[in-house]
């Protein structure tokens, strides 16, 4: 009689076997093969001017991470439409996206500006984005994306910006009065801060500022910073430049997508455009410290004359924040909500940032003897 046995796989094919299997895990990772989907992706920047640059930089990084499954094609202000209607387009499938700021859309709801220059509360840009992230902001802007207005968009802020000046004049504004009648451009929450300053507000998208200060249409404006400032010309028709204000203390970039063809992406795309967004916001902020700097020196050594804001023209500021804010608070019940939480925010987050940070100036000026 024979004995029937049965043979146990031995250890070394065990290991053999699951080291097989653990080759196949790492080559086949579990993510889609779909085909490319390539989108059309508008800036409400001219071409030549950094924040371009800026849109150039996000799409990039998500071009080369998606490796070659998304491709945005970048396009400049007024490629499909003008810049002020890029919103429109992305929210009818017009365009797939696109690169702007919040503050161009607080036509339809004067709270979307808080999402792009919300009042000085003391706090920047930095503070104002981790409130987008960690203060319940990003639910307050989907809210009033697809609650408020029903827009068929996702966004994302990114990128934040430094505070902007109070803007280039033919003459040197010396106290508040000086802004009232004034001829001035400016965009979103901005313009009813400075018309209830007395100052007759122009709104005009970038490329059209400066011939609109050549042709005396307007007699002082703001765009933002010193190297798209100087892009756009504006040291060739004013050499009057004051730096510092409270118009304009915390702002960042939107980027927006239609939200029916963001949903049909896979997930791991969409989250490549989520971290590119982080990603391109923190090297944004690198960029903007070197290029800023260097052309700042390069409108001084150009005979441009760098003035800063009276105290008295801040103060009055503030003054005309605290009478914007109550009205609009007053007239608009979502843009009193979100100012509550940015003020819950500030109020918390600031407290700590004050406590703890020395003043800065002072370690420069010690140093540098500025």
């Given at each position: 009689?024979?004995?029937?046995?049965?043979?146990?796989?031995?250890?070394?094919?065990?290991?053999?076997?699951?080291?097989?299997?653990?080759?196949?895990?790492?080559?086949?990772?579990?993510?889609?093969?779909?085909?490319?989907?390539?989108?059309?992706?508008?800036?409400?920047?001219?071409?030549?001017?950094?924040?371009?640059?800026?849109?150039?930089?996000?799409?990039?990084?998500?071009?080369?991470?998606?490796?070659?499954?998304?491709?945005?094609?970048?396009?400049?202000?007024?490629?499909?439409?003008?810049?002020?209607?890029?919103?429109?387009?992305?929210?009818?499938?017009?365009?797939?996206?696109?690169?702007?700021?919040?503050?161009?859309?607080?036509?339809?709801?004067?709270?979307?500006?808080?999402?792009?220059?919300?009042?000085?509360?003391?706090?920047?840009?930095?503070?104002?984005?981790?409130?987008m992230n960690y203060g319940g902001g990003y639910a307050l802007y989907n809210e009033l994306v697809r609650d408020v207005l029903k827009l068929n968009l996702v966004g994302f802020l990114s990128g934040p910006m430094p505070c902007q000046p109070l803007g280039w004049f033919k003459k040197e504004l010396k106290a508040a009065d000086d802004l009232k009648g004034l001829k001035y451009r400016t965009v979103g929450l901005a313009a009813d801060l400075k018309r209830e300053m007395g100052a007759a507000v122009t709104i005009l998208a970038g490329g059209e500022i400066v011939p609109a200060l050549e042709r005396g249409v307007i007699d002082g404006a703001e765009?933002?910073?010193?190297?798209?400032?100087?892009?756009?010309?504006?040291?060739?028709?004013?050499?009057?430049?004051?730096?510092?204000?409270?118009?304009?203390?915390?702002?960042?970039?939107?980027?927006?997508?239609?939200?029916?063809?963001?949903?049909?992406?896979?997930?791991?795309?969409?989250?490549?455009?989520?971290?590119?967004?982080?990603?391109?916001?923190?090297?944004?902020?690198?960029?903007?410290?070197?290029?800023?700097?260097?052309?700042?020196?390069?409108?001084?050594?150009?005979?441009?004359?760098?003035?800063?804001?009276?105290?008295?023209?801040?103060?009055?500021?503030?003054?005309?924040?605290?009478?914007?804010?109550?009205?609009?608070?007053?007239?608009?019940?979502?843009?009193?909500?979100?100012?509550?939480?940015?003020?819950?925010?500030?109020?918390?987050?600031?407290?700590?940032?004050?406590?703890?940070?020395?003043?800065?100036?002072?370690?420069?000026?010690?140093?540098?003897?500025?």
């Open positions: 009689m024979t004995k029937t046995t049965t043979e146990k796989p031995s250890r070394r094919r065990f290991l053999a076997a699951a080291a097989a299997g653990g080759v196949a895990t790492v080559a086949m990772p579990n993510v889609s093969n779909a085909q490319t989907v390539n989108w059309k992706f508008q800036s409400t920047w001219p071409a030549k001017d950094i924040f371009h640059e800026f849109a150039a930089d996000f799409v990039t990084r998500v071009n080369d991470m998606s490796g070659g499954r998304l491709k945005i094609e970048l396009l400049g202000s007024g490629a499909v439409v003008p810049a002020f209607q890029m919103q429109d387009a992305v929210n009818a499938g017009i365009l797939d996206g696109g690169h702007g700021v919040c503050a161009y859309w607080y036509g339809k709801n004067k709270a979307f500006s808080l999402f792009g220059t919300p009042p000085a509360f003391g706090w920047d840009a930095h503070s104002f984005l981790a409130w765009f933002n910073n010193p190297s798209s400032d100087s892009l756009l010309g504006f040291q060739d028709v004013s050499k009057v430049y004051m730096l510092q204000s409270w118009h304009q203390s915390a702002e960042s970039f939107e980027l927006i997508f239609n939200k029916g063809k963001f949903d049909a992406l896979p997930n791991e795309l969409k989250a490549i455009i989520k971290f590119s967004a982080e990603s391109a916001s923190s090297d944004m902020l690198w960029k903007a410290t070197d290029r800023y700097s260097k052309d700042f020196e390069a409108l001084k050594a150009k005979g441009v004359n760098i003035i800063q804001t009276p105290d008295a023209i801040l103060d009055a500021q503030l003054a005309a924040w605290d009478k914007v804010i109550d009205k609009l608070s007053a007239e608009n019940p979502f843009f009193k909500k979100v100012i509550e939480s940015q003020k819950a925010w500030v109020k918390r987050t600031m407290a700590y940032e004050t406590a703890n940070t020395p003043p800065y100036q002072k370690a420069f000026q010690h140093f540098f003897k500025a």
